[in-house]
């Protein structure tokens, strides 16, 4: 019987520093020469997590951007894909002019994925992010709506603190075009309001990703609350011990914190 382990990034195989530590790359890549299914599922841009993971071997495609997207791993290449229809994307941003709030959006312009932004606009929050990406080849700085909202877009992130975004959380939240994702950020005091496509979940990403690599049964690893879809469609989810609440209440199991290497304790004593 054919296994997929599945596991987030931030909080869960990465440490708080937001790196790999030795350990947990040691026990992964033992596994996988063993012939271990591994892949990992992310809020990460595919740019963000293949640099961060780059001592992993994991040949299996991978689900990026909370399940927008399922990509190759060593090509690159788009195997799933999630887009806004001109349509939402226009009743979204109507919306976030009406709360004089300015995303950063997310989109593929002429067949290269880009993130643009409006400097002046930015908040406290988007500013740590944008700061953490001054390098980052898909930053797109514009100067007004219309070339802020442009190209095929995919995802809008609405970074700030509590006051600022429980107005857009609470519209969005049961809008039924979109997957609203609403958690605070656990490299900063910010708080993140991130909007997908009603698809684009890690849930149906991690099926069809299971499906793709005909694997009967499915291991997860989480510890945030867009982990929630991911733990719902597995057969077995483990928790992190600093994973929000919500999360540990719906897992199999509690495990070890991500400064502990959980996932690669798991690993140890379970399948290697």
């Not at 063993?34 to 640099?51: E, I, L, M, P």
């Not at 909370?66 to 894909?81: C, H, M, P, Q």
């Not at 919306?95 to 067949?111: C, D, M, R």
Request: charged content about 25%.
């Amino acid at each position: 019987m054919k296994t997929l382990h599945l596991s987030d990034l931030d909080g869960t195989l990465l440490r708080s520093d937001a790196c790999l530590s030795e350990r947990t790359t040691d026990v992964v890549n033992r596994f996988v020469q063993k012939g271990g299914c591994f892949s990992y599922a992310t809020a990460r841009s595919f740019v963000s997590a293949s640099q961060i993971t780059a001592g992993l071997n994991i040949g299996h495609p991978v689900i990026c951007y909370n399940g927008a997207f399922i990509i190759e791993n060593n090509t690159k290449k788009l195997l799933l894909t999630n887009y806004f229809t001109r349509e939402e994307a226009n009743a979204i941003r109507r919306i976030l002019t009406e709360k004089k709030f300015s995303p950063i959006v997310y989109a593929y312009i002429n067949g290269e994925e880009r993130f643009s932004f409006i400097d002046h606009n930015v908040s406290a929050g988007m500013r740590f992010f944008l700061d953490s990406r001054l390098d980052d080849v898909r930053r797109r700085e514009v100067r007004n709506d219309d070339d802020l909202y442009c190209g095929e877009i995919f995802c809008f992130s609405c970074i700030g603190d509590e006051a600022q975004l429980a107005p857009v959380y609470g519209i969005f939240r049961n809008d039924s075009r979109i997957n609203c994702i609403y958690q605070k950020d656990i490299y900063s005091d910010a708080h993140w309001c991130e909007l997908l496509p009603k698809e684009a979940t890690k849930a149906n990403a991690a099926i069809r990703l299971k499906t793709m690599l005909d694997c009967d049964r499915m291991v997860v690893f989480g510890d945030g609350r867009n982990d929630l879809s991911l733990f719902s469609v597995a057969d077995e989810s483990y928790a992190m011990a600093n994973a929000v609440p919500e999360l540990k209440e719906i897992a199999t199991a509690v495990i070890d914190s991500n400064d502990n290497d959980g996932v690669a304790g798991w690993l140890e004593n379970n399948v290697l």
